[in-house]
């Protein structure tokens, strides 16, 4: 594995990112790539030779919705027809979790502070009715089989921290938002958590978390990834 940061590579020079993907994709077989826009991850997959994997992006972040997709089918089967509560920042998670939920056929509940909501044509999907907008995040949370939240502040968004604190005080999940979700619901958050700010330590340290298992899948589904996109196959 080579490890490239924009200080290790002609990225650093200014180099277009397409000519740094003419380069490195002749002596690797996959990329994964982590970054801010992802119109750069657009313009290097459109001149790379092998597979290009979104490690994250601002505006999406596939590898952990598998891995929390996954770790809700491993404990509650079938995800289809479910309903997701994403209740904080309509970031990369929140637009990412409307892909799936529109190709598995689940519903997404989101509720954002005012103007941080998700919007479709940045999340990319074609069916509007796999999501709902809630202003109040108990709402969304009411009858959901899985809860899940994120930071307040994104990475590379650090500058607006104050004033995302101030917005997002009222979706925190606690105990009350769990209660008004189903009975058996799970709890999820991509990590890193701050407790007391997005989520309670009740909820994020209590039984009905499976964040631990969600970040260890996240090593088992890129492996699945990589050999899929390497071999073809699955399994
Ligand atoms: N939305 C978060 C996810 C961190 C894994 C971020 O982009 O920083």
New binding site residues.
Partial sequence: MVHLTTGDSQLGRAEPVEDSARVISRMVDLVMIRTFEQSKLEGFASQSRVPVING?T?EY?PC?ILADVFTFIEHRGSIEGKTVACVG?G???ANTWLHPAEVLGFTVHVSTPSGYGVDPAVAGISNTSCYKVFKDPLEACRGAHLVTT??W?????EAENEARRQAFADWCVDAEMMAAAQPDALFMH???AHRGEEVQADVIDGPQSVVWDEAENRLHVQKALMEYLLLGRIG
Avoid at 153 to 157: A, E, L, V
Wanted: aromatic share 6%; glycine share 6%.
């Fill in positions: 994250l601002n972040h952990q920042d970031n990369n998670m994120d930071v502040t994104s990475m590379g968004y991509c990590l890193p």
